[in-house]
């Protein structure tokens, strides 16, 4: 400022009514000589420093401990730059309060001007600025933890980061976080920075409760928990000792919830000194909860993504499995690892689509496309099976499940899953073989036991034969020769023949090994064919067959020596249950009629007897498990098989007892439309 100014003035007065002018403005005034030294200090300068004037006039401020021992020396640097450059200027600096405690100040110098341009004397005014400053740490602090989430670090380092920028902001405050634990009961300490680790220890594993201290009790509430002095609150009992001991006499705790409102854990602020948080310390509590929360729950969900991620791809080792998309716009191909491993590349190698592509068998790859191409132009899903040509030249079975979608932005995708189901197709292959191999066995094993009924059946037409030839003979043998009745006797002879024909035609069907052939019969004709091979065996045991067919019975799709199989093992059963019997029960009862059905016509092949029936103590359904059986000398093979049988025609095998006597054994498969 010039001369001649109010303030010039005012500098020139001798009186005290610049000193009382001095004394009313805000901050810390002060003016100085031309040389630097202080000259004069407003009456705030001893309320807030605690020094009377005679200790920092002159240049006796410079040998105190007025400012921070950091930046003393640059206060005295900068002092000196701004007198040399006879221009106002701006600095920040700590000064030391009368309690000990510095604060952040911004010193604010110019100059006074003679009416030539030179310098006789400084004004100055300085600031608190601690407020401020210390916002903006905390901002500046916050959003260097943010960050920190945002990168990812390590969650530790983050809540280590959030309890020292509690402590650094607020003095004589020490902070920690506390986690709740697995079992929800219990709390871990999960960032410590300055507390003492004797401590610590103590009180880890604090079990929540309504008097667990401070964050125990927060995290119980749901709510702040304030202990004003752990000596005298009841909160304060459980580690009161352990507290005091360590210089800890204040402890309040806010519990960390999570964005869906689960409890996460508490943060905890200690005093040294009882007393109640200000509005600042329960703000600055809250902003760091918030950022905690945030840090916390984003490790979680990481955690669990790592660990869901973990189950996908074990899941997909295990079951052969593998997931992929396709952005047809972006012509962008994902996959995980195992799509690598199904198509033989290294799991992290990432192929590209037309590496992939490349694996398609030469004769499938055509279908794969139109596939393709219809979800595409169709939408919906698409569900299909091909084979991949291994570099080895090896060959897998892949089935490949998935829909064309138009996602959020309206671009076209593919999203699917292909499952490696060579090893599964391998084992199915071979079970059928196997249970083509047991169902041989017991078609042989049952015409085993039918070795007399099947002799007597094939001896009938042999003996007629022999019987019809030698009547030939003896008409030819006749003078003169009969040629009429010869002829009758060879036609007979024919007819005996092929009827033996047909009975050794059956039986070589049913000893045959031949894999099944499903075609288009009548359970009529299966029906037949079977009852001549049992009947004389039946009739043997003094029981009657009686046949009851529906005339007009729709053909069915099956291959007719399994069923015939499955209609002889259902009616020597009824013949096992009714050997015993009365003679009046000595009956089985063989019937085939149509289930009308809106969804489709049934045929249906019912086998009853009167025997001993079924046992009400068992369970209908163990009827057909393998090697359950009722008999004195039988494997538990037979109905096992019948079901299976029926089940692979698309039909269902089932039992139910008679209203009078014995048991219905029945079976009904889909009429051919």
């Known amino acids: 400022m010039h001369r001649g100014s109010p303030a010039k003035e005012a500098h020139l007065q001798a009186g005290g009514e610049l000193r009382g002018i001095l004394d009313e403005l805000p901050g810390l005034v002060w003016s100085a000589r031309q040389d630097g030294s202080l000259e004069l200090l407003s009456r705030r300068w001893g309320e807030y420093t605690g020094k009377a004037d005679a200790e920092l006039l002159g240049w006796a401020w410079a040998e105190t401990d007025l400012f921070h021992p950091d930046d003393h020396a640059r206060v005295l640097e900068t002092w000196a730059a701004f007198r040399a450059s006879g221009k106002e200027g701006r600095m920040e600096a700590r000064l030391r309060r009368a309690d000990g405690v510095y604060r952040w100040f911004q010193i604010q110098a110019g100059p006074v001007l003679d009416d030539h341009g030179g310098v006789v004397a400084w004004w100055g005014l300085n600031t608190d600025i601690d407020d401020q400053k210390q916002a903006q740490a905390q901002a500046a602090g916050e959003q260097r933890l943010l960050e920190m989430i945002t990168r990812g670090e390590p969650t530790s380092a983050i809540l280590a980061g959030v309890v020292y920028l509690v402590e650094r902001g607020s003095s004589g405050l020490r902070a920690s976080i506390l986690l709740l634990d697995e079992d929800g009961l219990t709390l871990r300490h999960a960032a410590v920075v300055s507390l003492p680790r004797s401590y610590t220890v103590a009180i880890d594993g604090t079990p929540i409760g309504p008097s667990a201290f401070s964050c125990g009790t927060a995290v119980w509430r749901r709510e702040l928990v304030v202990i004003a002095d752990i000596e005298n609150d009841p909160l304060g009992a459980l580690f009161r000792a352990n507290a005091l001991a360590h210089g800890l006499r204040a402890c309040w705790s806010l519990p960390m919830l999570s964005s869906d409102g689960r409890v996460l854990g508490a943060f905890g602020i200690y005093a040294t000194e009882p007393r109640t948080p200000t509005k600042s310390d329960l703000d600055l509590l809250e902003r760091c909860s918030r950022v905690t929360s945030i840090a916390i729950e984003r490790s979680q969900s990481e955690e669990a993504l790592r660990r869901s991620e973990a189950y996908r791809a074990e899941a997909e080792r295990l079951s052969r499995t593998g997931t992929f998309g396709f952005d047809l716009l972006r012509r962008d191909f994902t996959m995980s690892d195992g799509i690598c491993e199904i198509v033989g590349f290294p799991s992290k190698s990432r192929p590209t689509f037309a590496e992939i592509a490349s694996r398609i068998h030469d004769d499938d790859r055509e279908r794969v496309a139109d596939v393709v191409r219809q979800a595409l132009r169709d939408g919906g899903t698409f569900d299909y099976e091909h084979r991949l040509v291994m570099e080895d030249g090896s060959v897998k079975l892949v089935r490949v499940v998935g829909r064309s979608r138009v996602n959020a932005a309206g671009q076209h995708e593919i999203v699917g899953a292909a499952t490696d189901i060579t090893a599964s197709r391998r084992a199915a292959d071979e079970l059928q073989r196997a249970q083509a191999a047991l169902t041989h066995v017991s078609r042989v094993t049952t015409l085993g036991e039918l070795a007399a009924s099947i002799a007597h059946e094939v001896n009938q037409p042999l003996a007629a034969i022999i019987a019809d030839a030698n009547a030939a003979l003896n008409w030819l043998a006749t003078d003169p020769p009969n040629l009429e009745r010869v002829r009758e006797s060879l036609t007979a002879v024919i007819g005996d023949g092929e009827r033996a024909g047909m009975v050794l035609l059956r039986i070589r069907s049913l000893l045959s090994r031949s894999p099944p052939r499903h075609r288009a019969c009548c359970l009529n004709d299966v029906v037949r064919d079977v009852v001549p091979l049992v009947a004389p065996e039946l009739a043997r045991q003094g029981l009657v ?129």
Request: hydrophobic share 45%.
């Open 545 to 673: 067959v009686q046949r009851v067919l529906s005339p007009d019975l729709p053909q069915v799709s099956g291959d007719p020596v399994q069923l015939q199989q499955v209609v002889l093992n259902l009616m020597l059963n009824a013949a096992e249950a009714s050997k015993d019997m009365p003679p009046a029960r000595r009956r089985v009862v063989i019937r085939t009629f149509v289930e009308r059905r809106a969804s489709g016509d049934f045929v249906h092949v019912a086998v009853e007897d009167a025997g001993v029936g079924l046992d009400p103590a068992i369970d209908k359904a163990r009827l057909f498990h393998a090697f359950y059986t009722t008999k004195e000398n039988g494997l538990g093979m037979g109905l096992s098989i019948s079901r299976s049988i029926i089940e692979r025609h698309g039909g269902k095998l089932w039992a139910r007892p008679n209203e009078g006597f014995g048991a219905t054994f029945a079976f009904a498969i889909g009429a051919l439309p």
